[in-house]
């Protein structure tokens, strides 16, 4: 008896068990209580906070002659836990060993490292390119390379910086310092166009202005000083990007906000151009540039800044023009047209024929000049001559007047072989000027 009275206890208690599962399976759930929203709304120019960590700010930084004295007014000047990284590209002699890292560990308390090939970068520390090597950076880490002879002439500035540009993005910080020549200023150009910052030393405290006057000549320079300045000016901007990082301007579900209105008729009142048909989210970003060299958190704010500096008007217009480009910067593009494209169009075409071409957004005018170069090949390969005419067109007018010149720096070697520089160039001091007949080909 008393084993019957078990099994039944134990019989009705995974009855009861088994009853509360299929109660908890059907009983209601309660409704949470949401709390009541308030009426305040975000400001309409401004994103969500985001989550993203921001990227390491890698300064790069070239120089020639005269620049170990810079180099150390610099970091003197430099806080060593500024959360930077400082890659220098010295034009060093190829037959000594380097002792520039000895030289600078005296004047700031990072580590200054001579470069080992795959060695990452890391903040609060220098970096020194070694001897006879080309450098470039790819995801955070430097690569060493045997230097290419361009034209005759050792570009590693323009090389790093170009490279620091297509890696880092907005987080590239590209500085000139004293030096001869125009190493570098073809890199700038590129630090610029993917959003990054550019500085240069003031000429007149350069022992050697070449490459600092040459970097000028491009329009892309955001700040102009003296060694002993230039640390502060890079804590403020590094800084000021920091606190801005969660709060990008955006458009509103494809709608420019009402700030950015104001900002693109204070452009067309005064340069005559209606850009509201432009790419809204390139508008937001070129603006955004612009704001955080002047450390202005509100777009409010930055249009007023607009409102009483017509200079700066001028200069985000050109900002937002975006007017980086190079020779042949599409080589494929150059050899299908010269393989593919030109013999199927001028076939069975009479000598005088008359070929015409159009290139919108010429910029300074390295695609037209390149595109006449090709056509003159062509006709020098073929021994089929016809004539040309390159219409170019750009609605920024000192670009234009930049082109018709056809004089460029002689970094412009990275981009042209040797044989099309000898052929269609002439080699003037620091520059290179478009020959004639080439210059005649096009029409800006």
């Known amino acids: 008896m008393p084993s019957r009275k078990k099994a039944a206890k134990k019989d009705s208690v995974k009855k009861a068990a088994s009853n509360l599962k299929k109660a908890k399976k059907v009983a209601p759930k309660k409704k949470a209580i949401k709390p009541k929203k308030t009426k305040q709304s975000p400001p309409k120019s401004l994103s969500p906070p985001k989550k993203e960590k921001r990227g390491l700010p890698i300064v790069g930084i070239g120089a020639s002659a005269g620049g170990l004295q810079a180099f150390e007014t610099f970091f003197k000047n430099m806080s060593p836990d500024s959360g930077m990284a400082f890659v220098l590209v010295p034009h060093l002699d190829p037959k000594h060993i380097s002792i520039l890292p000895d030289l600078l560990q005296k004047y700031t308390k ?11 970068v890391h903040p609060n520390a220098v970096y020194v390119i070694p001897p006879n090597k080309s450098m470039a950076i790819l995801h955070g880490v430097l690569h060493l390379m045997t230097p290419a002879m ?11 910086f170009r490279s620091l540009a297509n890696d880092q993005g907005s987080n590239a910080i590209g500085i000139i310092l004293s030096g001869t020549g125009s190493d ?17 030393q003031d000429p007149g405290t350069a022992s050697y202005d070449g490459m600092p006057r040459s970097a000028q000549t491009t329009g892309m320079v955001d700040y102009i000083l003296p060694p002993e300045k230039m640390p502060e000016q890079l804590l403020n901007y590094t800084k000021h990007i920091a606190i801005r990082k969660e709060a990008k301007i955006t458009p509103i579900a494809g709608n420019i906000p009402e700030a950015l209105q104001k900002i693109l008729i204070l452009v067309r009142n005064q340069t005559g151009h209606d850009l509201s048909l432009y790419k809204p989210n390139t508008i937001c970003r070129r603006i955004e540039r612009r704001m955080n060299i002047h450390q202005i958190t509100t777009i409010e704010n930055y249009v007023r800044y607009l409102e009483q500096n017509s200079h ?45 071409v159009w290139i919108p957004g010429c910029s300074t005018g390295e695609e037209p000049y390149s595109l006449a170069i090709t056509l003159r090949e062509y006709m020098q390969e073929h021994k089929h001559d016809f004539k040309v005419q390159v219409f170019a067109t750009d609605i920024d007018h000192d ?46």
């Not at 990072?110 to 990452?120: A, N, P, Q, T």
């Not at 056809?406 to 042209?416: K, L, M, N, R, T």
């Open 312 to 356: 700066e008007v001028v200069i985000l217009f050109k900002e937002l023009l975006i007017g980086v480009t190079s020779f042949f910067r599409d080589p494929e593009a150059f050899k299908a047209l010269k393989e593919k494209v030109l013999p199927a169009l001028l076939k069975g075409k009479p000598k005088d024929f008359y070929l015409r």
């Open 150 to 160: 361009s034209g005759g002439f050792k570009l590693p500035v323009d090389l790093f």
């Open 399 to 444: 670009a234009i007047e930049k082109a018709r010149s056809g004089i460029y720096p002689v970094s412009i070697a990275a981009d042209v072989n040797p044989d099309c520089l000898e052929q269609f160039f002439t080699h003037e001091d620091t520059i290179y000027r478009v020959k004639k007949d080439i210059r005649e080909m096009v029409i800006f």
């Open 110 to 120: 990072m580590s200054v490292s001579l470069v080992e090939d795959g060695m990452k």
């Open 184 to 200: 570098g200023t073809l890199g700038l150009k590129e630090i610029r166009g993917q959003g990054g910052m550019v500085m240069v």
